[in-house]
């Protein structure tokens, strides 16, 4: 980056790697995806006193069409796998999940055939918020995460996640 001194307007210069990850990392569009208890948590990160809106996430969007990233807020059933899924393969390129909660990174404490012992099995995730439910600031710390990985990578040569 710097000042071009031969215009007589100074611009600054900057690679278009680092511009095109700075602007998906300052305007992340959350799918709503809340399933039990730790959506109320969620809903209180978008809410006045979090303001999630700070970060680059502003509005939570009703149609997978429109986001880019999934946090994948409480339990999921057995039922609600094939729906989750379906969700984030309309979801736009490049997306992002995060698992919010110890329900939906590792099933938490229904252990049973019920409940997907971790939505990495049906779904890519990025980033992993602890807690039961795990508290707004653990949100918007996971969201920083999210953040600093989209502008490390290489936002031309991202390789197409696969869930394990």
């Given at each position: 980056?710097?000042?071009n ?39 209180s ?10 970060f ?37 390129e ?19 055939y ?30 920083m ?20």
């Amino acid at each position: 980056m710097g000042l071009n001194p031969k215009e007589s307007v100074p611009f600054l210069t900057v690679p278009l790697k680092k511009a095109v990850a700075w602007a998906q990392k300052s305007s992340l569009w959350p799918v709503q995806f809340g399933l039990a208890c730790c959506a109320i948590e969620m809903m209180s990160t978008a809410a006045s006193r979090y303001d999630m809106a700070r970060f680059g996430a502003e509005v939570f969007r009703a149609s997978p069409r429109q986001s880019d990233l999934m946090i994948v807020a409480g339990r999921v059933s057995q039922k609600m796998a094939p729906i989750l899924k379906t969700i984030y393969d309309q979801m736009l390129e490049p997306k992002w999940v995060i698992a919010m909660g110890d329900c939906s990174s590792c099933g938490g404490i229904y252990n049973n055939y019920a409940i997907i012992q971790g939505v990495d099995k049906i779904v890519p995730v990025d980033v992993y918020v602890a807690g039961c439910p795990p508290r707004p600031e653990a949100l918007l710390n996971g969201l920083m995460k999210l953040q600093d990985k989209i502008q490390n990578e290489d936002p031309f040569n991202r390789r197409k996640k696969v869930a394990s």
